[in-house]
């Protein structure tokens, strides 16, 4: 991410302007996972995370959790709101804030290496990907490869506005983007499609729009 990205994104927090923050566990989380068929102790990798409350859920279930996040005030707000009483350290570039299951990286994602990261069994990403700006995505592709082992796998959520995807002409919907960018280094299985007219809450007199929550699988090759 460039220093312009990384700026903009500590601004968000500090303006509080997190409107992307979920307020609960995402249920298709709480769905599909269990057939993952993870063992206790299993660590999960929570790339972006911010102060994602899947992260709770995913340590309730026996993992060991490993979040990273750029902005300091997400990282403090998610121990300070879940009564949570964290040690901290330094971690080469990172501060390593810490309780039981649960650990968050608080630094720059592309500055992570995997020594700082340790053996990971599956990343966990609840539209991280998506996050990010186009132009960076493949990079964010590439540099998980490097710090992640090939024996790894992706539980990969997305948001997506059908009727956006099917306007778009030439350009790539998000399903389409995934696969272009995924497909030549990953297997990629989309496990669920799920569909739901929502009215935008800027736009009350709007008709409803079609959103699609999907699930996917991904593996080494």
Same mark, same amino acid.
């Given at each position: 991410?460039?220093?312009?990205?990384?700026? /903009?994104?500590?601004?968000?927090?500090? @303006?509080?302007?997190? +409107?992307?923050?979920?307020?609960?566990?995402? !249920?298709?989380l *709480? %769905?599909?996972?269990?057939?993952l068929g993870l063992?206790r102790?299993s660590?999960v990798?929570?790339?972006?995370?911010?102060?994602s409350?899947?992260m709770i859920?995913?340590?309730?279930?026996?993992?060991?959790?490993?979040?990273?996040e750029?902005?300091?005030?997400?990282?403090?707000?998610?121990?300070?709101?879940?009564?949570?009483?964290?040690?901290?350290?330094?971690?080469?570039?990172?501060?390593l804030?810490?309780?039981?299951?649960l650990?968050?990286?608080?630094?720059?994602?592309?500055?992570?290496? /995997?020594?700082?990261?340790?053996?990971? @069994?599956?990343?966990? +990403?609840?539209?991280?990907?998506t996050?990010l !700006?186009?132009? *960076? %995505?493949?990079?964010?592709?590439?540099?998980?490869?490097?710090?992640?082992?090939?024996?790894?796998?992706?539980?990969?959520?997305?948001?997506?506005?059908?009727?956006?995807?099917e306007?778009?002409?030439?350009a790539?919907g998000?399903?389409?983007?995934?696969?272009a960018?995924?497909?030549?280094?990953f297997?990629?299985?989309?496990?669920?499609?799920?569909?739901?007219f929502?009215?935008?809450?800027e736009w009350?007199?709007?008709?409803?729009?079609r959103?699609?929550?999907?699930?996917?699988?991904?593996?080494?090759?």
């Open positions: 991410m460039t220093s312009r990205d990384n700026l /903009l994104w500590l601004q968000c927090w500090r @303006d509080q302007q997190t +409107d992307f923050n979920q307020k609960s566990v995402n !249920p298709l *709480i %769905r599909f996972w269990p057939g063992v102790g660590r990798f929570v790339p972006l995370c911010g102060k409350l899947d859920w995913l340590a309730q279930q026996g993992h060991e959790v490993i979040g990273v750029l902005s300091p005030i997400a990282v403090r707000a998610f121990f300070r709101e879940n009564h949570l009483k964290p040690t901290r350290r330094r971690v080469g570039q990172f501060t804030w810490r309780q039981g299951r650990s968050i990286l608080c630094g720059d994602f592309f500055s992570l290496t /995997l020594a700082e990261l340790g053996q990971i @069994d599956t990343v966990y +990403d609840r539209a991280a990907l996050a !700006p186009e132009a *960076i %995505r493949m990079l964010y592709i590439a540099h998980l490869q490097a710090i992640v082992s090939q024996a790894a796998q992706v539980f990969l959520l997305t948001t997506e506005d059908a009727q956006a995807d306007t778009l002409g030439e790539l998000v399903g389409e983007e995934i696969t960018l995924y497909a030549e280094g297997a990629i299985e989309l496990t669920h499609v799920e569909s739901v929502e009215r935008n809450p009350p007199e709007q008709p409803p729009e959103t699609e929550y999907k699930v996917y699988r991904l593996s080494s090759k």
